[in-house]
């Protein structure tokens, strides 16, 4: 059986925030699976930069949460 999660939004930044399309699609590849931003952003077709800005944005307003962090390749 598949695990669902629901959450309830109460302020209006939040609710606006998804009632904007543009905006779903930056959100759509985390509903499926978790992933990391560089997958995300492929899927999407965006640059990771781009995507790192909307995750940021949705991780402000409440609407999703970090899973786990990876550390990069290379970096300290």
């Not at 109460?10 to 985390?30: G, M, R, V, W």
């Not at 962090?69 to 970096?75: I, S």
Request: aromatic letters at 10%; one cysteine or more; proline letters at 3%.
């Amino acid at each position: 059986m598949v695990k669902q999660n629901f959450f309830e939004i109460n302020d209006k930044e939040s609710a606006s925030y998804l009632t904007k399309l543009k905006h779903l699609t930056y959100i759509q590849p985390f509903l499926i699976e978790a992933c990391t931003i560089s997958q995300a952003a492929q899927i999407t077709n965006v640059q990771e930069h781009q995507m790192q800005y909307f995750v940021n944005k949705m991780l402000k307003l409440g609407l999703m949460e970090i899973e786990r962090e990876e550390k990069r390749q290379g970096k300290p």
